[in-house]
T-cell receptor, first 115, second 116 residues
Framework: DTGVSQDPRHKITKRGQNVTFRCDPI?????LYWYRQTLGQGPEFLTY????????KSRLLSDRFSAERPKGSFSTLEIQRTEQGDSAMYLC?????????????FGPGTRLLVL | AQKITQTQPGMFVQEKEAVTLDCTYD???????LFWYKQPSSGEMIFLIY??????QNATEGRYSLNFQKARKSANLVISASQLGDSAMYFC?????????????FGIGTKLQVIP
């Protein structure tokens, strides 16, 4: 049983470029979450999918951010026209529907640095 | 709005000793969950332990136990017999059901360093 995987692990880009991250959840998990973690902070919720449907988006997710989960399997998070403030760790988590005790399992994250 | 407070930016513990990491939370909901995650320098968040708001007994998972004091709104993590591999950031988190999904709020974390 493989855990959540994310690709790439590290990304350095220049301001104004577009970047795309991929997350592969645990295979039987139907929920997928994206978080952003900046230095010295805990993860902050960005968006959530149940199967292929994106059901919730945080106000942190500006219109430069878009996420997809085609066919309810892997997910991609794209940031257009990157800004230096986008530099952060982007974490993906997956879970099975299960109420409050539903445990989110996280991937290793993608560290983004915008120069 | 829900809030998690972790007041210890950093903690040191001697190997093989026990350590308590503090966490307090704030919510007006009666039904919620409390989690602890470990984040090594590699970045991955590792699930450690869960406590439900209606659970009467404190949760335990191996060397980890959660000291749940509902009236004080605290959910401290106790790590017994510390090991060098326990050195990491530790995050307390609270989950609420919001619009059918689990909304999780994290604290800012405590950095634990285990000294040989």
């Amino acid at each position: 049983d493989t855990g959540v995987s994310q690709d790439p692990r590290h990304k350095i880009t220049k301001r104004g470029q577009n970047v795309t991250f991929r997350c592969d959840p645990i295979s039987e998990h139907n929920r997928l979450y994206w978080y952003r973690q900046t230095l010295g902070q805990g993860p902050e919720f960005l968006t959530y999918f149940q199967n292929e449907a994106q059901l919730e988006k945080s106000r942190l997710l500006s219109d430069r951010f878009s996420a997809e989960r085609p066919k309810g399997s892997f997910s991609t998070l794209e940031i257009q026209r990157t800004e230096q403030g986008d530099s952060a760790m982007y974490l993906c988590a997956s879970s099975l529907v299960g109420g409050l005790q539903e445990t989110q399992y996280f991937g290793p994250g993608t560290r983004l640095l915008v120069l | 709005a829900q809030k998690i407070t972790q007041t210890q930016p950093g903690m040191f513990v001697q190997e093989k000793e026990a350590v308590t990491l503090d966490c307090t939370y704030d919510t007006s909901d009666q039904s919620y969950g409390l989690f602890w995650y470990k984040q090594p320098s590699s970045g991955e968040m590792i699930f450690l332990i869960y406590q439900g708001s209606y659970d009467e007994q404190n949760a335990t998972e191996g060397r980890y136990s959660l000291n749940f004091q509902k009236a004080r709104k605290s959910a401290n993590l106790v790590i017994s017999a510390s090991q060098l591999g326990d050195s990491a950031m530790y995050f307390c988190a609270m989950s609420l059901l919001s619009g059918g999904y689990q909304k999780v709020t994290f604290g800012i974390g405590t950095k634990l360093q285990v000294i040989p």
